[in-house]
C-alpha cells in the first residue's frame, strides 16, 4: 500500500496541477474526485460510472502519484475479464508515463518468461490481468516478492452470479485479496442493480459508505422502442429514419447473433451502403482495423455485436441501435451509453420483435450445456488435437450433435471454456487450442440452474420495460438500478 506520506499528499493535490501535469484534463469528471479522496484516505471503494466516463483514471492517477513518489515502492494489479482488452489497456497506461505489464494465455512462452522476471525483478507500476492468472503457481510465485498497493476489479459486476456477465473466478476474488495481503481495493463497473451491488460489496468487503455511484440518467439521450416484424420491416425502417436525420452521423447498429449481423450486411451491400463489421469471428487484424476506422470517422455506420465497445472511448457517436434485444437491461444500458459522450444530444432505439424474445431465450439455453455435453466434447478435443486443429466446431458437431446445424451448444461450449481460460483462441485464425484440464467445478458454477434462472429473469425484466407504453422510459430504468427519477425525462418515446 502506499505510504501515509504519499497518501496524504495526494489527497491534498488531487485538484491542483497533477491531474494537467500527468494526464492532460483541466478537471475532474463525475465522481473521479471523490474516489480518488476516499484512496487517499487509504479506503476501499465501489464506484458504479457509466461507460466511457473515465473509470480508469481513478487508478491510473493514485499509481501515477504513487510512482513519482520517493517514498512508495508498491504496485497495482488491474484485474479484467477480457484478454482482448488486456493489452490495450496497458498501452493507454504507458502512454501517461507508467511502467505497465500485461499477461495473458495469447502472449508467447518467451514474452511470458520475460513478464515474469519484470514482475519478480519490481520492474512496473501497473500490471494487467484476468483473475484466472492466479490459477497459475509460477504467477503466484512472482508476486510474493513485491507489495501491492492497490487491487482494481475492473467490471466488478462479473462477481455476481445475479449479474448479467458472471465469472467464477471474480467469486474468488477475496481469495486473491489475502494472497496480496489484503491491499486497498478499487471495484468499478458502469451498471450494478442493487442485488448486484451489495454482493460485490459482501465479496469485496466494500462498506455501502464507500459506494459511489453515478445516476444513470442521461438527459441528452433520447430513447426509443419500435414494435417491428421481420428483418426486412427492420431494415426498411433503419434506412427511413437514417434519411430523415438528414445528416451525416456516426451510428451503431447492434446484434445478438452473428447471423443476423451478416444478413443486415448484405442487404446493405445490395443497396450499395457503406458500412464496418466488428464481432467475435473476424481476425484481430481485421477488428483492429475497422475499429481504428470507426473511431477516427466523423459519419461512419458499424454493425457489431456486444463485442464491440467495451474499453472504447468515442465522443461523437450519435445513434445506436438494436436491431435484436439484449439479453438485459444491464447489457442495454451499457451499450446505449456509449451514444453521445460529448453531452451533445443523441438517439438511441431498440427494434423489438417477438421473434427476437424467442432467439434471446434459445442464445440462454445454447449458452448453459449440460455439464457432460461439455466433458464431452473435451474429451474429443483432447483425444483428437489435429482433426479438430483441423476441423474445428464442424469436426465436434459431427461427432457430437449429428450435423444439427440449429444447435449451438458447441460454439457455446467452446466460448464458455475460452472464457474460463481453459481454452484459448489465436487471434489471427480465430481457432480454438485446449490449454488446461478444465475445472469442471467452475464449469458447474457458471452453468447453475440459479445462473441460467437469473438470465430469464434479466430477459424479462427487459421485455416488461421494452412492451409497456405508459411510464416515461428513464424513469422505469432507473428504478431498475435502485435509483429514483422525480419527473419524467419528457424526451423518450413515452413522453413524447
Known sequence: MLGANAMNNLRFEIQNQLLKKFFGFEKFQGLQEQTLRNLAKGQSTFLIQSTGSGKSLTYLYPTKIGADSPDSSGKTIVLTPLIALIDDQARSASQFGLRSLALHSQKTSAQKKDVL??????????????????????????LTSISVQLLVVDEAHCISQWGHDFRPDYSKIGDIQKSLQNPMTLALTATASP??????????????????RLP?????????????????????????????????????????????????????SRRKIPFLTYHGDLPADERRK???????????????????????????????????????????????????RDGQKAYVELFFDDEDLLKQMEFIKWAHPEIEFLKSLD?????????????????LKERLLFKNSR??????????????????????????????????????????????????????????????????????????????????????????
Open 290 to 340: 475497422n475499429q481504428q476506422q470507426f473511431m477516427a470517422s466523423s459519419n461512419a455506420l458499424l454493425l457489431a455485436t456486444p463485442a464491440f465497445g467495451l474499453g472504447v472511448d468515442k465522443k461523437n457517436i450519435r445513434r445506436i441501435v438494436h436491431f435484436e434485444i439484449p439479453g438485459s437491461l444491464e447489457a442495454y444500458s451499457q451499450e446505449i451509453g456509449r451514444a453521445g
Open 379 to 395: 474429451a474429443l478435443v483432447k483425444n483428437n488435437a489435429l482433426a479438430f486443429q483441423q476441423g474445428g466446431a464442424l469436426f
Open 117 to 142: 522476471a519484470k514482475i519478480q525483478q519490481g520492474q512496473f507500476d501497473v500490471l494487467f490481468v484476468t483473475p484466472e492468472r492466479f490459477r497459475n503457481a509460477e504467477f503466484s510465485q512472482a
Open 195 to 212: 442485488r448486484v451491488e451489495k454482493e460485490i460489496q459482501d465479496s469485496l468487503g466494500i462498506s455501502s459508505e464507500n459506494t459511489l
Open 407 to 496: 444447435d449451438y451448444r458447441v460454439e457455446a461450449s467452446l466460448n464458455l471454456l475460452e472464457k474460463q481460460g481453459f481454452y484459448s483462441r489465436d487471434p489471427r485464425t480465430q481457432k480454438f487450442e485446449r490449454r488446461d484440464e478444465p475445472d469442471w467445478n467452475l464449469m458447474l458454477a457458471a452453468l447453475g440452474p440459479a445462473r441460467m434462472k437469473a438470465q430469464n429473469e434479466h430477459l424479462l425484466k427487459l421485455v416488461q420495460w421494452a412492451k409497456q407504453s405508459e411510464v416515461c422510459r428513464w424513469k422505469l430504468l432507473s428504478q431498475a438500478f435502485g435509483e429514483t427519477l422525480e419527473e419524467d425525462c419528457g424526451h423518450c418515446d413515452i413522453c413524447l
Open 216 to 268: 444513470i440518467y442521461r438527459d441528452n439521450l433520447h430513447i426509443q422502442v419500435t414494435e417491428l416484424y421481420g428483418a426486412v420491416s427492420k431494415v426498411d425502417h433503419f434506412l427511413d429514419s437514417s434519411k430523415q436525420q438528414a445528416r451525416e452521423v456516426c451510428e451503431i447498429v447492434y446484434f445478438t447473433l452473428i447471423s443476423s449481423l451478416r444478413a443486415f450486411a448484405s442487404e446493405l
